[in-house]
């Protein structure tokens, strides 16, 4: 394992969008146009990621990071720096905005592909967002320019799963990540409006996640129990206990090159949000789960979680289950440097 370089950028609230899965959804700040952090705020913070070790950065809201006014001052300082700069963004402004970054050094582009066509406007509450999301999208293509795709897995798009992540396969993003729904801030009494049982997500998530490999792009399956779980997709799942050292992620101010000190950061971010106990305790796997949201687990009475016994673990697993990282680092994307 090799711990997660690359700073996660906050650029202010503005937006555009209202994502029904958005965790600033019920904040008052999102979408407030004038709240955007200055230049100098992300210059220091950037500064700081670099100064402990960071080699990358990652413009990640909490609105939509091309609004902030500065944006492009933020890519061109990264770059005369040399630090890689990605940009998670809904993709729907014109493609030469997009084009004008590029042009002064960004890395590459992240899209939230969360449906597709009137869909995916709906969870947006976006009117028209999918078309000029895709006419972005299109003109990366066209232009060779690298982007990568996450789509927030819920309730109003788990059964079409299949069909979105079939059409984002063929537009060749070099990485394709399924995220969980992860009940923070004002979602934790209201998770349940937004999250899919695992047991009813499992074949879709297999599916998907299959046409992916198949295609040879890089896959993450983000926040996903491993007893819901076919054996041969669990390199690919990052639970809590290993996000800081997913490549794709970003870090939460606990980069260091001390393992000792890193391994404490993953078991206290696990402790933090993951469900504690049986059955979880007892499971032969649960140093690579590291089990599963806690209030997901409570809002779904249980998630029909159970312990994954050793004689169910494919032999190809069974040398490194007492081994930190064992099964995680079997997976390419987690040996992939977070720069195209």
Same mark, same amino acid.
């Given at each position: 394992?090799?711990?997660?370089?690359?700073?996660?950028?906050?650029?202010?609230?503005?937006?555009?969008?209202?994502?029904?899965?958005?965790?600033?959804?019920?904040?008052?700040?999102?979408?407030?146009?004038?709240?955007?952090?200055?230049?100098?705020?992300?210059?220091?913070?950037?500064?700081?990621?670099? @100064?402990?070790?960071?080699?990358?950065?990652?413009?990640?809201? @909490? $609105?939509?990071?091309?609004?902030?006014?500065?944006?492009?001052?933020?890519?061109?300082?990264?770059?005369?720096?040399?630090?890689?700069?990605?940009?998670?963004?809904?993709?729907?402004?014109?493609?030469?905005?997009?084009?004008?970054?590029?042009?002064? $050094?960004?890395?590459?582009?992240?899209?939230?592909?969360?449906?597709? $066509?009137?869909?995916?406007?709906?969870?947006?509450?976006?009117?028209?967002?999918?078309?000029?999301?895709?006419?972005?999208?299109?003109?990366?293509?066209?232009?060779?320019?690298?982007?990568?795709?996450?789509?927030?897995? &819920? &309730?109003?798009?788990?059964?079409?799963?299949?069909?979105?992540?079939?059409?984002?396969?063929?537009?060749?993003?070099?990485?394709?990540?399924?995220?969980?729904?992860?009940?923070?801030?004002?979602?934790?009494?209201?998770?349940?409006?937004?999250?899919?049982?695992?047991?009813?997500?499992?074949?879709?998530?297999?599916?998907?996640?299959?046409?992916?490999?198949?295609?040879?792009?890089?896959?993450?399956?983000?926040?996903?129990?491993?007893?819901?779980?076919?054996?041969?997709?669990?390199?690919?799942?990052?639970?809590?206990?290993?996000?800081?050292?997913?490549?794709?992620?970003?870090?939460?101010?606990?980069?260091?090159?001390?393992?000792?000190?890193?391994?404490?950061?993953?078991?206290?971010?696990?402790?933090?949000?993951?469900?504690?106990?049986?059955?979880?305790?007892?499971?032969?796997?649960?140093?690579?789960?590291?089990?599963?949201?806690?209030?997901?687990?409570?809002?779904?009475?249980?998630?029909?979680?159970?312990?994954?016994?050793?004689?169910?673990?494919?032999?190809?697993?069974?040398?490194?289950?007492?081994?930190?990282?064992?099964?995680?680092?079997?997976?390419?994307?987690?040996?992939?440097?977070?720069?195209?």
């Amino acid at each position: 394992m090799i711990s997660c370089g690359c700073v996660g950028l906050n650029v202010g609230w503005s937006c555009s969008a209202k994502c029904k899965h958005c965790f600033y959804r019920r904040d008052a700040r999102l979408g407030t146009w004038t709240n955007q952090y200055s230049f100098e705020k992300m210059k220091a913070d950037i500064d700081k990621g670099k @100064e402990q070790g960071c080699n990358r950065v990652t413009a990640i809201g @909490e $609105g939509e990071p091309m609004l902030n006014k500065d944006i492009k001052r933020v890519v061109e300082y990264c770059t005369s720096i040399g630090m890689a700069t990605n940009i998670i963004t809904t993709g729907v402004l014109p493609p030469s905005k997009y084009e004008d970054l590029f042009n002064v $050094g960004l890395n590459h582009l992240q899209f939230s592909c969360h449906h597709l $066509g009137d869909k995916f406007d709906e969870i947006t509450e976006l009117p028209g967002a999918y078309v000029k999301q895709r006419k972005t999208m299109d003109w990366c293509k066209s232009n060779n320019k690298p982007f990568r795709t996450n789509t927030t897995v &819920q &309730q109003l798009n788990y059964r079409d799963l299949e069909t979105i992540v079939e059409n984002l396969v063929a537009q060749k993003p070099f990485h394709i990540s399924l995220l969980g729904f992860l009940p923070h801030y004002e979602w934790k009494s209201h998770s349940e409006e937004v999250i899919v049982h695992p047991a009813e997500l499992r074949p879709h998530i297999e599916k998907s996640a299959q046409m992916v490999l198949d295609a040879g792009i890089l896959l993450t399956i983000r926040y996903h129990p491993l007893c819901h779980l076919d054996p041969k997709y669990w390199p690919y799942v990052t639970n809590a206990l290993y996000v800081v050292y997913d490549p794709m992620e970003w870090y939460y101010n606990v980069f260091t090159e001390d393992v000792g000190k890193m391994w404490d950061n993953a078991e206290h971010m696990r402790d933090s949000v993951c469900v504690k106990g049986e059955p979880c305790d007892s499971c032969a796997v649960k140093l690579h789960c590291g089990a599963w949201n806690k209030t997901n687990v409570e809002a779904l009475s249980g998630a029909g979680l159970r312990a994954i016994k050793v004689e169910e673990v494919p032999s190809e697993y069974r040398s490194v289950l007492n081994v930190k990282g064992g099964i995680f680092d079997m997976s390419p994307t987690n040996h992939h440097t977070g720069i195209v």
